[in-house]
């Protein structure tokens, strides 16, 4: 059908049929021939039209009292439109559509589907290489799937780019947030090192007991300096990355590469924050406890830290020891070491603030049943929201009861 003839078919459907056969034949038309954005224009039409507004109009122009129903309808043009233009790979196309009208887990998963076949042959031709990059704006930058993103990154830029982006696109998110791609940058770099150890060991002959875990392969090698089998300012970015996460795989696998972290030649190091100031160790002590190794040492030493931490290390000391002792089970512990943190600090607030990863003070009393001592402390410090929470949450645990 010629441009010509489709016009015309319009008009005898109008006159013949009314308004809204018109519009249902061009919806038809435009989705025959893929012309998504002039479907979405010819749906907000309708959109208008069913409210009993005019045809075409100014954005915003909506009365109040219609707002609701032309809401609905124009999420579901932009669903209409935007599945269709993120199967043919114009992604930055349809995130325009769905960002506000989808399901953020259905656009993560066709957004996976869609970008791991094109990790395999990435660089090899420059149409699939501006896909990738139209789907890691969406999924890194736009925080759909902040995982993913780190995916991308590390199959095509490196690892390097990929804790930068970690560090500039998904450090600002919630913790929960946060951890599936901080466990992505935990394996790659897990396999990296356990990989290169492999390999150094192999030509020397040397048997490894039981599974070829980093340890094993340390045990292997035997003591002293290992070398290097990694970038090292990687390995301290991953560890410090790591502390977001809560899943046993990602701690263990954080506790293996702070093992290596320990063994790695003095002048190859340079000192972390406070209490992390020794990398390795500090890592092998805040993960291994996590994971019921030296549980005990461990608390003294993040106990010990926190109470001679000097005013310019920030809030990170005393956040790591609550943070820890309510992942070791120990509420009673961790709202006694978080309500005699400073009152006043100095510096910005510890990524463990900012990322919302330290529990609740409410959520602590209430797991270890002491509602007084936090009252108390409200009390000093004239924190009544608290003190009311407090006082709201007991009554909904009795109740419950």
């Not at 030493?301 to 070791?328: C, I, K, M, N, Q």
């Amino acid at each position: 059908m010629t441009a010509i003839d489709r016009f015309d078919d319009l008009v005898r459907t109008c006159q013949s049929e009314g308004t809204d056969a018109m519009l249902d034949a061009l919806v038809a038309s435009l989705a025959a021939r893929q012309r998504w954005h002039a479907l979405f224009d010819t749906r907000i039409m309708q959109a208008r039209l069913a409210v009993g507004l005019t045809p075409v109009g100014a954005p915003g122009d909506i009365p109040p009292h219609l707002q609701e129903a032309f809401d609905a309808r124009s999420l579901a043009a932009c669903r209409e439109a935007g599945w269709p233009l993120l199967e043919e790979r114009q992604v930055a196309a349809g995130w325009m559509y769905l960002r506000a009208a989808a399901d953020p887990a259905e656009v993560a998963a066709r957004l996976a589907a869609l970008a791991r076949p094109l990790l395999a042959t990435a660089h090899e031709d420059d149409d699939s290489d501006r896909v990738l990059q139209e789907i890691l704006g969406v999924v890194l930058w736009d925080a759909a799937d902040p995982a993913l993103g780190i995916e991308i990154v590390l199959a095509t830029q490196g690892t390097c780019n990929a804790i930068t982006a970690y560090e500039q696109a998904v450090s600002r998110l919630p913790a929960a947030r946060q951890r599936p791609a901080a466990g992505v940058l935990v394996a790659h770099l897990h396999d990296e090192v356990a990989t290169n150890l492999a390999r150094d060991v192999e030509p020397r002959g040397i048997s490894v007991a039981g599974p070829p875990t980093i340890p094993a392969l340390l045990d292997a090698i035997g003591t002293g300096d290992v070398g290097l089998h990694v970038d090292v300012s990687h390995l301290q970015s991953v560890l410090r990355i790591a502390r977001i996460c809560i899943d046993e795989p990602t701690i263990r696998r954080a506790a293996e590469l702070a093992t290596y972290a320990c063994r790695l030649p003095a002048d190859l190091v340079y000192p972390g924050e406070p209490p992390f100031e020794n990398v390795g160790e500090a890592s092998r002590l805040f993960y291994g406890s996590q994971l019921g190794i030296e549980v005990d040492r461990a608390i003294r030493f993040f106990r010990s830290a926190s109470l001679t931490a000097e005013p310019e290390a920030g809030a990170l000391p005393h956040d790591v020891l609550v943070l820890l002792l309510a992942r070791l089970g120990r509420p009673a512990e961790a709202l006694h070491a978080a309500l005699a943190r400073p009152r006043e600090e100095r510096g910005m607030p510890s990524p463990l603030q900012t990322a919302a990863a330290l529990p609740a003070l409410v959520d602590l009393a209430a797991a270890c049943g002491d509602w007084d001592l936090l009252r108390r402390a409200c009390r000093d410090r004239g924190d009544e929201v608290t003190f009311a929470a407090t006082l709201a949450a007991e009554r909904q645990k009795i109740q419950g009861n």
